[in-house]
C-alpha cells in the first residue's frame, strides 16, 4: 500500500511531512524506511506517529526516549 503523506529528507538527515496543514518533524534514525502500514515511532522529541490507512497519523506527545550513552 502507498503511504499517502507527503515526506521529504533535509541534507541534515532529518525528516519532516505534512500531517493536514501542520508540517511536522518525523525524525531522523527512528523513522521508517522505507515507511509501510502499521509502522509507529516515537521521534527524539516525544512525538508518537503511526501509519494508518496509508496515512502518517500523529497519536501525541509523551516523554522523550531516553538516551543511554
Known amino acids: 500500500m502507498a503511504i499517502n503523506t507527503t515526506v521529504w529528507m533535509t541534507g541534515s538527515l532529518e525528516w519532516f511531512g505534512y500531517i493536514g496543514e501542520e508540517e511536522m518533524f518525523l525524525g531522523r534514525r527512528s523513522f521508517p524506511n522505507p515507511p509501510e502500514e502499521g509502522d509507529a515511532?516515537?521521534?527524539?522529541?516525544?512525538?508518537?506517529?503511526?501509519?494508518?490507512?496509508?496515512?502518517?497519523?500523529?497519536?501525541?506527545?509523551?516523554?522523550?526516549?531516553?538516551k543511554y550513552w
Open 41 to 66: 515511532w516515537t521521534t527524539e522529541v516525544g512525538d508518537m506517529f503511526k501509519i494508518i490507512d496509508g496515512k502518517i497519523t500523529h497519536l501525541g506527545k509523551t516523554d522523550p526516549p531516553k
